[in-house]
């Protein structure tokens, strides 16, 4: 994570801050759990966070998954080399 602040301009670190998370895991069978949960959120936490996808189970989780890759998306720039 140091290196990626040293070594990213501020729009590079703004772009790559939903990789703070996983990279504050302290042991890989950590990282395992924390991804699991990013990619099959409980089923009432899914309801609660996108309530305007509906009742339906599989559009929450189309929404879910459509947001993630806008995260990702966003973070990718912050992990490409600055320009100097």
């Known amino acids: 994570m140091a290196w990626l602040l ?3 301009g501020p729009a590079q670190r703004r ?3 939903h990789l703070i998370g996983l990279l504050l895991v302290d042991r890989g ?13 409980p089923s009432d936490w899914m309801a609660a966070r ?15 998954y459509r947001r993630l890759g806008q995260v990702v998306s966003q973070a990718t720039p912050g992990l490409r080399p600055r320009r100097h």
């Open 6 to 8: 040293r070594h990213r």
């Open 50 to 64: 996108y309530d305007a996808a509906g009742a339906s189970r599989l559009r929450q989780y189309a929404a879910h």
């Open 29 to 41: 069978r950590d990282l395992v759990g924390t991804l699991r949960r990013i990619a099959l959120p």
């Open 15 to 17: 772009a790559a801050e």
